[in-house]
Nanobody, 125 residues
Framework: EVQLQASGGGLVQAGGSLRLSCAAS????????IGWFRQGPGKEREGISL????????WYADSVKGRFTISSDNAKNTVYLQMNGLKPEDTAVYYC??????????????????WGQGTQVTVSS
């Protein structure tokens, strides 16, 4: 059974940093990708980053490029999202997702079969 556990959210001032973690289990890491989506108040769910676990290829949405970094520790079955230079508009519930590489589309939420429970990130101005 695929399980994802997201953690690391919190309240931070604008310009600050947070590191989100996604602990994954129940699948072969090399065959999967992990994505991060977020949904802010009154906004649609937005795909912001993806990592292909087999070769560490990454992708970022323009809204976070240069500020967020995705990485994986395959020995710990954990993916991280380092978020620097946080802005109030980054306030959202952040979700990690997983699916086989051939199924995963970084910006299409419906393409991901497995979702974590979400972690709240609030950035104050």
């Amino acid at each position: 059974e695929v399980q994802l556990q997201a953690s690391g959210g919190g309240l931070v001032q604008a310009g600050g940093s947070l590191r989100l973690s996604c602990a994954a289990s129940g699948f072969t890491f090399d065959d999967y990708a992990i994505g991060w989506f977020r949904q802010g108040p009154g906004k649609e769910r937005e795909g912001i980053s993806l990592i292909v676990l087999g070769d560490s290829a990454t992708w970022y949405a323009d809204s976070v490029k240069g500020r967020f970094t995705i990485s994986s520790d395959n020995a710990k079955n954990t993916v991280y999202l380092q978020m620097n230079g946080l802005k109030p508009e980054d306030t959202a519930v952040y979700y990690c997702t997983a699916d086989k590489v051939q199924n995963a589309n970084a910006v299409v939420a419906e393409s991901w079969g497995y979702w974590g429970q979400g972690t709240q990130v609030t950035v104050s101005s």
